[in-house]
């Protein structure tokens, strides 16, 4: 959509499509971080901790990236 709008500087138009994909992807490689860090717990309190938490709420973990996987790219394009 980026490279429709503005076909005759393609570099400006991927550099719109980059600021705009920015925020977004710096989000996702965050959660990604703290998914990561949270899943090698290694104190044994922590550990437990989180095994209680999934136990009460087996779907949290998916419902916490819910954001993530049901995006819209197209969409947010066209909002943008």
Do not use: G, K
């Amino acid at each position: 959509r980026c490279l429709a709008a503005d076909r005759d500087d393609p570099r400006r138009a991927i550099e719109a499509y980059a600021a705009h994909r920015q925020e977004r992807t710096a989000a996702v490689q965050n959660a990604s971080r703290e998914a990561s860090r949270v899943v090698r717990l290694t104190d044994p309190a922590e550990v437990q901790a989180r095994n209680a938490r999934l136990a009460d709420s087996p779907e949290a973990p998916i419902d916490r990236f819910d954001w993530i996987w049901s995006y819209d790219a197209e969409r947010a394009m066209v909002d943008a």
